[in-house]
Nanobody, 124 residues
C-alpha cells in the first residue's frame, strides 16, 4: 500500500477544499481509511474515518457538519475528504492512513499505512 494525498492548498476562511487519497500500489485488499492532521509542535490528531465494510463514518467534533469523508464507488482504497466552511484552525498538514481493520478507527496507532501529507492553509 502506498498512499498519496492531493488537493491541499491555500484558501480563505469559509472556502472549501476536497482532499483525495489513493493507493498507488493498487493493493488487492480493501482497507478502512482515515484522515488525520498535524500542526507544528502538536500531536497528530484524528479528523475523520470510514470503515471499508460498513461504510460507517466518524468525525472529530470540531469538523462535524463541515467535513465529509467518502469512498470512491469505483476504485478500491480511494477516499475523499470534502472540507466546507474552512476555518483558520483547520490549517495543518493532512495525512491519509489505512488500516486492515474492518472498522473506522480514531486512534492513529491502529493504522498500518500513511501518506506523506498535504498542506492545507486557511487564511483569515
Amino acid at each position: 500500500v502506498q498512499l498519496v494525498e492531493s488537493g491541499g492548498g491555500l484558501v480563505q476562511t469559509g472556502d472549501s477544499l476536497r482532499l483525495s487519497c489513493g493507493d498507488s500500489a493498487r493493493a488487492s485488499s480493501a482497507y478502512s481509511m482515515g484522515w488525520f492532521r498535524q500542526v507544528p509542535g502538536k500531536e497528530r490528531e484524528f479528523v475523520a474515518a470510514i470503515g471499508w465494510s460498513t461504510g460507517s463514518t466518524y468525525y472529530t467534533d470540531s469538523v462535524k457538519g463541515r467535513f465529509t469523508i467518502s469512498r470512491d464507488n469505483n476504485a478500491k482504497n480511494l477516499v475523499y475528504l470534502q472540507m466546507n466552511r474552512l476555518k483558520s484552525e483547520d490549517t495543518a498538514v493532512y495525512y491519509c492512513a489505512a488500516t486492515r481493520s474492518n472498522y473506522a478507527l480514531t486512534n492513529l496507532d491502529h493504522y498500518d499505512y500513511w501518506g506523506q501529507g498535504t498542506q492545507v492553509t486557511v487564511s483569515a
